[in-house]
């Protein structure tokens, strides 16, 4: 009796994995409505930023612009650039490496240089 009811919950728990793993086809993936891109990324182009627009929804891109003092995405004004030709509303970042005061004003005036240079006004 007690091994019957074993076989039974080990196939009931079988069935109910396979039925699971099998019939839950309606997976919902994460919105992609920006992307962020920066030298990794290389050079994109305007039909990259249409691509991802026409069929995955994109409607925004992220760039990094600067890094500490003496770092500049040099892909930065080209893919700023492109997005904004494809439709796509742009915005950038600086990645910040300050440990003091100074250290942030002096990035924070490097980010806004470089941010202007690329295509950003304030």
């Known amino acids: 009796m007690v ?3 074993r076989i039974i919950v080990a196939l009931t728990t079988l069935m109910s994995m ?3 793993f099998f019939c839950a086809t309606n997976v919902q993936a994460a919105r992609v409505d920006m992307v962020d891109v920066s030298n990794n990324n290389g050079a994109m182009t305007v039909s990259n ?3 991802m627009h026409d069929n995955y929804g994109v ?3 992220v760039t990094k612009i600067s890094e500490g003092t003496s770092f500049k995405d040099t892909t930065a004004a080209g893919n700023i650039a492109a997005a ?10 600086h990645y910040a490496r300050y440990s003091s005061v100074s250290g ?7 980010a806004a240089k470089l941010a202007q240079a690329d295509g950003f006004s304030y």
């Open 104 to 110: 942030a004003k002096a990035e924070a005036d490097y």
């Open 49 to 51: 930023f249409k691509d």
């Open 18 to 20: 396979v039925v699971l």
């Open 3 to 5: 091994l019957k009811k």
């Open 84 to 93: 904004k030709s494809a439709g796509l509303y742009v915005n950038g970042y």
């Open 59 to 61: 409607k925004a891109m």
